[in-house]
C-alpha cells in the first residue's frame, strides 16, 4: 500500500510484496512537486490548517508514501511499483496519490459540488464527494471518503481516495459514470471504483478493500466503455467466516443492470490474490439480464502474477467468464508474470 502524508513530516510506507510483470512504459518514480498549499477554485473555501490523522487513518494507507527526487522503480520487477518490461514503473507507493513535498490544507468547501468547473487542489477532505456539476477536477488530495459522480465529467489525478477512513464500510470508492482517474491510489471500501459507463481508469493503485459478514468485494468493476490502463489491480480484502463474504475478482463485469460491452483492458498488472474466485472476469457471466450483449471486450497485454502453489493469480484462474466468441473480442499477448502465455480460450 502506498500512503503519502504531506502536511507534516511523517511518512508511512507499507511494502506491498510479489511479483508481476507489465506492458508499456508507465510513469517512473516522480520527483518531489512544489508546495501546492494554494486554495483551490471553484466552490472551495480558503485553506486552513491540515487535520491531524484523526482516528488513526494513516494506519488504514489513506496518505501516500513520499518519492524522494532520486526515486526509481523499486529492484522487482512486476510488482506495485517496481519495473515493467517497457522500461517504465508500475503504479504504487511512489507514483501514485499525493505528490511529494505537497502541503496539504483542510477541505472547508461543500461536500455536494454543484458548481462547475470546481478545482479541488492540494486539500485533506473529510467527507464523500457528491459531483452534482460537470468539469470538476480534484488533485493532488487525499478524501478521507467517497466521490460519486451524478452523470457529470469529473477527473481525479495525483489523489489518494479512502472509502474506509474510520473502519469497515460497504460502499466504492470512486463511480459511477464519465470520470476519469490518473495516478490515483483507490483503498477501502468493498469495491474501489465503479464505471457504469465511459470512464478511464489509467496509472492507477486499487487496493486494500475492508469487507465484513457475506460482502463480495472487488478492485473495479465494469460496465460499458470502460478503459483501464496500466494500473495495478487487486481485490486482497480477506476471506470471511461467512463463505459468502470474499473477493469475487480483482476487475469485475456482470450483464446485471445493463450490458458489458466495449471496454478495453491493457497493459494492467493483475496482482495474484488467493481471496479470490478470478482475477478478471470477462463479462460473459450467464444467466443474467443483459447476458447476451456482451461485445467488444479487448484484453490485451495484461499481466496476470501466477501466484503460488495451486494458485494461478486466483482460485480458479487469471480469468473467468471470458467467451471467445462474443462479438469483437481479443485476448492478445496476456501473460503470466512468469513470460507463459495465457491462452484465448473460454472460461
Known amino acids: 500500500m502506498r500512503w503519502k502524508l504531506a502536511f507534516g513530516a511523517l511518512a508511512l510506507i507499507v511494502v506491498v510484496a510479489g511479483g508481476y510483470f507489465a506492458f508499456r512504459p508507465g510513469p517512473a518514480a516522480r520527483p518531489a512537486a512544489a508546495d501546492q498549499s494554494a486554495g483551490s477554485s471553484g466552490s472551495v473555501a480558503a485553506p486552513g490548517p491540515a487535520p491531524a490523522d ?4 494513516a494506519g488504514m494507507g489513506a496518505a ?3 518519492a524522494s527526487p532520486a526515486a526509481v522503480c523499486g529492484t522487482k520487477a512486476n510488482v506495485p511499483g517496481g519495473r515493467d518490461p517497457a522500461g517504465g514503473c508500475f503504479p504504487g507507493p511512489d507514483n501514485t496519490g499525493v505528490p511529494a ?3 496539504l490544507t483542510r ?3 461543500p461536500c455536494s459540488i454543484t458548481k462547475a468547473g470546481t478545482v479541488i487542489s492540494a486539500k485533506q477532505v473529510t467527507c464523500d464527494l457528491e459531483i452534482r456539476a460537470a468539469n470538476v477536477t480534484i488533485e493532488k488530495s487525499r478524501v478521507d471518503g467517497t466521490v460519486n459522480g451524478a452523470g457529470v465529467a469529473f477527473t481525479i489525478t495525483d489523489s489518494v481516495i479512502n472509502a474506509s477512513p474510520d473502519g469497515i464500510r460497504q460502499t466504492t470508492g470512486v463511480g459511477e459514470s464519465n470520470f476519469t482517474l490518473r495516478r490515483v491510489e483507490v483503498l477501502g471500501g468493498n469495491r474501489g471504483v465503479y464505471c457504469a459507463s465511459n470512464c478511464t481508469i489509467a496509472d492507477s493503485w486499487v487496493h486494500g478493500q475492508r469487507i465484513k459478514d457475506d460482502w463480495h468485494a472487488s478492485a473495479v468493476r465494469m460496465g460499458e466503455r470502460t478503459t483501464v490502463t496500466h494500473s495495478s489491480i487487486v481485490c486482497d480484502a480477506p476471506i470471511q467466516p461467512d463463505p459468502e463474504g ?6 469485475t ?3 446485471d443492470f445493463g450490458p458489458i460491452r466495449d471496454n478495453t483492458i491493457r497493459g494492467n498488472l493483475f496482482m495474484a490474490t488467493p481471496t479470490a474466485a478470478y482475477c478478471a472476469y470477462g463479462g460473459s457471466t450467464k444467466g443474467k439480464p ?5 461485445a467488444r471486450i479487448v484484453f490485451d497485454n495484461n499481466v496476470f502474477q501466477k501466484g503460488t502453489g495451486s494458485v494461478s493469480c486466483a482460485i480458479y484462474g487469471p480469468v473467468g467468464d471470458w467467451d471467445p466468441a462474443a462479438p469483437g473480442g ?3 499477448n496476456n501473460r503470466f508474470d512468469n513470460g507463459t502465455v495465457i491462452p484465448n480460450k473460454a472460461s
Open 107 to 109: 477541505y472547508t468547501g
Open 64 to 66: 501516500s508514501a513520499s
Open 290 to 294: 443483459y447476458s447476451g450483449q456482451t
Open 330 to 332: 481479443v485476448w492478445a
Open 246 to 251: 470474499s473477493c469475487s475478482g480483482s476487475l
Open 54 to 57: 484523526p482516528g488513526g487513518r
Open 253 to 255: 463485469g456482470y450483464g
Open 101 to 103: 513535498g505537497v502541503t
